[in-house]
């Protein structure tokens, strides 16, 4: 707020705006693999960041595009994830330094995406992530997990025709990529790159009953855009004379790291679930809960096919620490439905990548005069329906930098304490594999004696 004795913004006519410092030239780049054209399912792609020497990249709008053909041998076609359509082929990213060191890894990351996206406007995924991802014009819409679609077509899902392609612009959801400053990758020793792990066939793309037959797909014209920003010389040179006093050059993000367990066959009752975390400063937890058997299904909803067990109420142990106390409570039945302290707690977790003020992706049919809301399924054991849900907590003493929970040193491990139901969870079906994102804090160090860039986390 203005002081009152200050002179209103609006009626400073005779200000002048200052400059932009230092003087910046913006170009792009286009950064290609060095591997190969080509790549179908559990291939590697390389993509080296090949900046330009003396030169700043802002990754914030940095974008992936490529080619996802349709090589099933049958003429059917393939679909893609109502939520993240193409983005389903990466199954790891990870972004590695010049010397080697590994930067950022998110294993999983397409489970990552669609918690993001899942908590997006539901109008932006339909509009903006359809012509981008190729995400359905119905992002809010329940697929099933297990007995599988006959028309996904007319469920509203984004169709590629045999041998034909579907063209994908993806803005990874990255740490790495949503720094709160500029890379300075044209000062750094070697080539940075991203690596991306193509996803298995029946993971990254769905089929209608009956058309599993002869699978595949390949995935080509990958292409990273980068702007760069190029410092006249003058600053370039006072840029590198403070690398080479000592001074180290620190960028901060907040990433991701993903973490893994199972609820067997027929669980019910009070579960136990530990992860493992060695992460300085873990600003939030979000963990979600997927059939085992619906990942490697294609008929199946497999990157965001989130179930919620039927949970009645859950709380984390965190260091040793229950938090909250007083467990969060969850109920899917309409009767007693209980869902916003859930939802909640989510986008306060998501806080750093998200806002409450874009909505959620869990409205279907909202044209109608009756729509579906598809945050928490009822009864999903029988309908073999999926949700929106995740089940999450934040871990911040504010909102700053290194303000989450230091569990590099502690001996505990991360607990999940949850209560899933007897009769109407998913665990009536099969295995559940729980993911855990663990969002930490990360900085990126350019060491000025050596040009080695490496994560502190």
């Known amino acids: 707020m203005e002081d009152a004795s200050q002179t209103p913004y609006e009626m400073r006519l005779s200000q002048v705006p200052q400059a932009p410092q230092p003087d910046m030239t913006l170009d792009y780049v286009v950064c290609i693999p060095s591997n190969g054209g080509t790549f179908k399912e559990h291939q590697e792609v390389r993509l080296p960041l090949n900046v330009p020497n003396e030169c700043f990249c802002d990754l914030k709008r940095a974008y992936l595009?490529?080619?996802?053909?349709?090589?099933?041998?049958?003429?059917?076609?393939?679909?893609?994830?109502?939520?993240?359509?193409?983005?389903?082929?990466?199954?790891?990213?990870?972004?590695?330094?010049?010397?080697?060191?590994?930067?950022?890894?998110?294993?999983?990351?397409?489970?990552?995406?669609?918690?993001?996206?899942?908590?997006?406007?539901?109008?932006?995924?339909?509009?903006?992530?359809?012509?981008?991802?190729?995400?359905?014009?119905?992002?809010?819409?329940?697929?099933?997990?297990a007995t599988g679609e006959a028309n996904l077509a007319a469920r509203g899902q984004v169709a590629i025709a045999q041998n034909a392609s579907q063209v994908i612009t993806h803005r990874p959801a990255?740490?790495?990529?949503?720094?709160?400053?500029?890379?300075?990758?044209?000062?750094?020793?070697?080539?940075?790159?991203?690596?991306?792990?193509?996803?298995?066939?029946e993971t990254a793309v769905l089929t209608n009953l009956g058309d599993t037959a002869g699978l595949d797909y390949e995935v080509s014209e990958f292409e990273l855009h980068i702007p760069i920003l190029r410092p006249g010389p003058e600053f370039a040179q006072m840029f590198r004379a403070a690398m080479s006093s000592g001074v180290p050059i620190q960028v901060h993000s907040v990433s991701a790291q993903n973490t893994q367990q199972n609820i067997s066959s027929g669980s019910t009752g009070e579960q136990t679930i530990t992860f493992s975390t060695r992460k300085r400063s873990v600003k939030s937890l979000i963990a979600v809960n997927r059939l085992n058997g619906a990942i490697t299904s294609a008929l199946a909803n497999s990157i965001t096919g989130f179930m919620n067990l039927d949970t009645t109420e859950y709380n984390w142990s965190v260091g040793g620490i229950r938090i909250p106390s007083q467990r969060i409570k969850v109920q899917t039945a309409t009767a007693g439905r209980d869902a916003g302290e859930l939802l909640a707690n989510t986008q306060s977790a998501l806080g750093y990548f998200n806002s409450n003020l874009r909505g959620g992706c869990f409205r279907d049919e909202h044209h109608n005069a009756n729509p579906t809301n598809t945050y928490l399924i009822d009864d999903e054991q029988t309908s073999k329906d999926s949700s929106k849900c995740a089940f999450s907590i934040d871990l911040e003493s504010y909102n700053a930098a290194y303000a989450g929970k230091n569990l590099a040193s502690q001996g505990l491990p991360l607990v999940l304490h949850t209560q899933i139901g007897s009769t109407k969870g998913i665990t009536g079906t099969g295995a559940v594999l729980v993911d855990c994102y663990v969002l930490h804090d990360v900085m990126y160090v350019l060491d000025g004696m050596n040009g080695v860039i490496a994560a502190n986390s």
């Open 174 to 201: 990255s740490g790495f990529f949503n720094a709160d400053r500029y890379m300075p990758l044209g000062f750094t020793q070697g080539t940075s790159y991203v690596s991306l792990t193509m996803a298995a066939k």
């Open 65 to 145: 595009k490529y080619k996802i053909t349709n090589k099933q041998s049958n003429a059917t076609p393939i679909f893609l994830d109502p939520l993240v359509g193409g983005a389903a082929v990466i199954d790891n990213w990870r972004v590695v330094g010049g010397t080697g060191a590994l930067l950022e890894e998110v294993i999983h990351y397409g489970p990552w995406f669609g918690i993001n996206q899942a908590n997006r406007n539901e109008d932006v995924v339909s509009t903006i992530s359809h012509n981008e991802e190729g995400a359905s014009m119905r992002p809010s819409i329940k697929l099933k997990v």
